[in-house]
Nanobody, 115 residues
Framework: QVQLVESGGGSVQAGGSLRLSCAAS????????MGWYRQAPGKQREMVAV???????NYADSVTGRFTISRDNTKNMVYLQMNSLKPEDTAVYYC?????????WGKGTLVTVSS
């Protein structure tokens, strides 16, 4: 049974930082591409950052230079370091795992950035 559990969300002031964590279980973690997505109220879910099984990364233009995705295959963990946060970063952030046709989501963690 695949399970993705996010943690680290909370409320911060603009310009602050947060680190999100995602703990994966029930799968061969190292062969999956992992990612972080977010969804704000009234908006579509969007890709924030991805990290592939061979450690290639990609970021949404809106977060490039501010966010960093990383993974630790020895711990089955993926992280999102978020710096210089802006109010428009406010959203529920979801952990995602994908390999071929298999597609898994966490339940999300809320990030609120106030001005």
């Amino acid at each position: 049974q695949v399970q993705l559990v996010e943690s680290g969300g909370g409320s911060v002031q603009a310009g602050g930082s947060l680190r999100l964590s995602c703990a994966a279980s029930g799968m061969m973690f190292s062969i999956y591409d992992m990612g972080w997505y977010r969804q704000a109220p009234g908006k579509q879910r969007e890709m924030v950052a991805v990290i592939t099984s061979d450690f290639r990364t990609n970021y949404a233009d809106s977060v490039t230079g501010r966010f960093t995705i990383s993974r630790d295959n020895t711990k089955n963990m993926v992280y999102l370091q978020m710096n210089s946060l802006k109010p428009e970063d406010t959203a529920v952030y979801y952990c995602h795992a994908v390999r071929y046709g298999f597609n898994y989501w966490g339940k999300g963690t809320l990030v609120t950035v106030s001005s």
